[in-house]
């Protein structure tokens, strides 16, 4: 018999490989003496959601076509993106892997859990009610799939090293925008119950309490992605912006509200929660920046994405919507999910000018 080409995910799978042979020289040293992250670890929503959604009976799912549409062989993974999300590129740049996969993969390997998994869930968030509403993974269920996942690696490596992995590995945290946009200015009791104020209190709070179990857990090093600018997505612009969609500056001023409160106590925890690194990390202003700006990096179009009309198309909307002709010229993948080129962007920007914090 004559050979046969390997079918796309024997490609996919082939391609990954030869990837994780050539990995990792990433661009980040840390100094002599202080330790390297030997693993990313990802709670949150749908920005560092890797596939976990794949195995959930929920709305909140990308692992159809055209999601992974530039990914190696174009095979979606469950990744909310055209491509890469901040998990693998923070981790490429630190020079441990280049992909980071979702923690309910079935094909989850020792090694795998060695380098780093997410636990995050599109559509979930800090407020409760967000995650029901989208029957999406809870932060605190994320907690709980963390604590089994330290059972395996115990298994694996014994308490003390599974212990120093913890406290040495990257844990990013990115959540909150879907408590803005889906729950308080979505369809939710939540706006005639609280104002802005209590609102962000609300979220400030549960924010807290996340991070407090997660320190308990072993991690150390906590890198906490602040809200974007909401009101400038794809989506709020036609949903909240009126006949121009215009960014709503509704929107923007909230995110900026709660980043604020979300700075502030990130900081108290910093220093009360004894040898922490727990930084928040500005994710508003690099993104509008690349919106207002979108010729400076390259691109041609911020106000819409590349899926379908890319005005409003999202999730399952994104299904055979057809895409753009060029995914690098465009700010955003779908009407709510940047490009993974422009995560990169931003993922190099925000290693360059926060990695010194957590030495």
Same mark, same amino acid.
């Given at each position: 018999?004559?050979?046969?080409?390997?079918?796309? *995910?024997?490609?996919?799978?082939?391609?990954?490989?030869?990837?994780?042979?050539?990995?990792?020289?990433? *661009?980040?040293?840390?100094?002599?003496?202080? @330790?390297?992250?030997?693993?990313?670890?990802?709670?949150?929503?749908?920005?560092?959601?890797?596939?976990?959604?794949?195995?959930?009976?929920?709305? !909140?799912?990308?692992?159809?076509?055209?999601?992974?549409?530039?990914?190696?062989?174009?095979?979606?993974?469950?990744?909310?993106?055209?491509?890469?999300?901040?998990?693998?590129? =923070?981790?490429?740049?630190?020079? =441990?892997?280049?992909?980071?996969?979702?923690?309910?993969?079935?094909?989850?390997?020792?090694?795998?859990?060695?380098?780093?998994?997410?636990?995050?869930?599109?559509?979930?968030?800090?407020?409760?009610?967000?995650?029901?509403? !989208?029957?999406?993974?809870?932060?605190?269920?994320?907690?709980?799939?963390?604590?089994?996942?330290?059972?395996?690696?115990?298994?694996?490596?014994?308490?003390?090293?599974?212990?120093?992995?913890?406290?040495?590995?990257?844990?990013?945290?990115?959540?909150?925008?879907?408590?803005?946009?889906?729950?308080?200015?979505?369809? #939710?009791? *939540?706006?005639?119950?609280?104002?802005?104020?209590?609102?962000?209190?609300?979220?400030? #709070?549960? @924010?807290?309490?996340?991070?407090?179990?997660?320190?308990?857990?072993?991690?150390?090093?906590?890198?906490?992605?602040?809200?974007? #600018?909401?009101?400038?997505?794809?989506?709020?612009?036609?949903?909240?912006?009126?006949?121009?969609?215009?960014?709503?500056?509704?929107?923007?001023?909230?995110?900026?509200?709660?980043?604020?409160?979300?700075?502030?106590?990130?900081?108290?925890?910093?220093?009360?929660?004894?040898?922490?690194?727990?930084?928040?990390?500005?994710?508003?202003?690099?993104?509008?920046?690349?919106?207002?700006?979108?010729? =400076?990096?390259?691109?041609?179009?911020?106000?819409?994405?590349?899926?379908?009309?890319?005005?409003?198309?999202?999730? !399952?909307?994104?299904?055979? @919507?057809?895409?753009?002709?060029?995914?690098?010229?465009?700010?955003?993948?779908?009407?709510?999910?940047?490009?993974?080129?422009?995560?990169?962007?931003?993922?190099?920007?925000?290693?360059?000018?926060? =990695?010194?914090?957590?030495?």
């Amino acid at each position: 018999m004559g050979f046969r080409f390997p079918t796309r *995910r024997w490609f996919f799978v082939i391609v990954l490989l030869c990837m994780e042979l050539h990995c990792c020289r990433g *661009r980040v040293r840390f100094p002599p003496g202080v @330790a390297h992250p030997p693993a990313v670890f990802a709670y949150g929503d749908s920005i560092v959601d890797q596939g976990n959604n794949n195995q959930l009976q929920t709305t !909140a799912k990308a692992n159809f076509p055209p999601y992974g549409k530039d990914l190696p062989g174009g095979i979606p993974t469950g990744r909310f993106c055209n491509g890469r999300t901040p998990p693998d590129l =923070i981790a490429e740049e630190l020079g =441990i892997k280049k992909m980071v996969p979702a923690y309910l993969d079935p094909n989850l390997t020792q090694q795998d859990l060695l380098t780093g998994v997410s636990f995050a869930s599109g559509a979930a968030g800090f407020d409760p009610q967000t995650s029901q509403n !989208a029957a999406a993974i809870s932060l605190g269920t994320q907690l709980e799939y963390l604590k089994a996942y330290k059972e395996k690696l115990r298994s694996i490596v014994g308490s003390e090293r599974a212990a120093q992995i913890m406290s040495d590995s990257l844990h990013v945290v990115a959540a909150g925008s879907d408590d803005l946009m889906n729950t308080y200015f979505g369809f #939710s009791d *939540r706006r005639f119950r609280y104002d802005i104020s209590s609102y962000t209190d609300l979220i400030t #709070s549960s @924010a807290s309490t996340f991070i407090k179990e997660l320190y308990g857990l072993g991690a150390r090093r906590i890198a906490f992605f602040g809200i974007p #600018s909401i009101g400038c997505l794809p989506s709020q612009r036609t949903i909240a912006g009126g006949f121009t969609r215009n960014c709503n500056n509704l929107y923007n001023e909230a995110a900026q509200f709660l980043n604020s409160k979300l700075s502030h106590l990130l900081d108290s925890l910093s220093q009360t929660l004894p040898q922490s690194r727990v930084v928040y990390i500005d994710i508003y202003n690099p993104l509008l920046q690349i919106i207002q700006n979108p010729q =400076i990096y390259g691109f041609e179009v911020s106000d819409r994405g590349c899926c379908g009309t890319g005005v409003i198309e999202v999730v !399952a909307l994104c299904r055979n @919507a057809g895409t753009c002709a060029d995914t690098s010229k465009y700010v955003f993948w779908d009407s709510y999910h940047p490009s993974e080129r422009t995560y990169k962007i931003i993922v190099r920007q925000v290693l360059q000018s926060y =990695i010194n914090r957590f030495l």
